[in-house]
């Protein structure tokens, strides 16, 4: 199995910027993609950002020009840079790391609360 524990979450005014961070253990050789989810309340999960194990990015139209996900493969860390931050952005943050063998894993989710 695959942990990941996710950090950086917070409260920040619209405007402003979080870095949320993410670090894998366990069976971290499998891992191929990585990438950061979000669910607001009363709404769906949805992806947010992702990155394949050779830096190839994908990002939800909403967060285009705003977010940049980043990997470390040595340090099996992924990372969300959050700028110019709306009070629509606010949701519970989750992590989520894919492997080769077909294991899709969550971590517990960190909160982000963008205020008006």
């Known amino acids: 199995q695959v942990q990941l524990a996710e950090s950086g979450g917070g409260l920040v005014q619209a405007g402003g910027s979080l870095r949320l961070s993410c670090v894998a253990s366990g069976r971290i050789f499998f891992i191929n993609s990585m990438g950061w989810y979000r669910q607001a309340p009363g709404k769906q999960r949805e992806l947010v950002a992702a990155?394949?194990?050779?830096?190839?990015?994908d990002y939800a139209d909403s967060v285009k020009g705003r977010f940049t996900i980043s990997r470390d493969n040595a340090k099996n860390t992924v990372n969300l840079q959050m700028n110019s931050l709306k009070p629509e952005d606010t949701a519970v943050y989750y992590c989520?790391?894919?492997?080769?063998?077909?294991?899709?894993?969550w971590g517990q989710g960190t909160p982000v609360t963008v205020s008006s």
């Open positions: 989520n790391a894919r492997t080769s063998t077909g294991e899709n894993s």
């Open positions: 990155i394949s194990r050779t830096a190839q990015t």
